[in-house]
């Protein structure tokens, strides 16, 4: 089934590129997503949800994130999901590199 066109946006409305993130940012960033992994954490328990469940849940609710992105940014979908994949790989492989901490 073939998509209707968007209709275009006056000048006046059309946003900013998706901008990179700010080095000012990465520590109000980096203290969010320890908050959402909190939350995440104790939910998961609470519901008892298997870990493709918790992973299931935050892909659905970044796919809702990017997709708010992207109808507010001329650049359409393509450059909002580069930009996802850059960062899901860039934290993966830090936090597979990072040596776990146990207590014993």
């Avoid at 209709?7 to 000012?24: C, M, Q």
């Amino acid at each position: 089934m073939k998509k209707p066109p968007r209709k275009p946006r006056p000048a006046s409305a059309k946003s900013e590129p998706l901008a990179t993130p700010e080095v000012g940012e990465a520590r109000p960033a980096a203290r969010l997503a320890r908050a959402v992994m909190l939350l995440v954490d104790e939910h998961a328990a609470a519901y008892r949800l298997t870990q493709g469940g918790v992973l299931g849940a935050l892909t659905l609710a970044l796919g809702w994130a990017a997709a708010g992105v992207a109808r507010g940014s001329d650049q359409g979908f393509d450059p909002i999901l580069d930009f996802i994949v850059r960062q899901l790989r860039q934290a993966a492989s830090a936090e597979i590199a990072r040596r776990p901490f146990t207590l014993h």
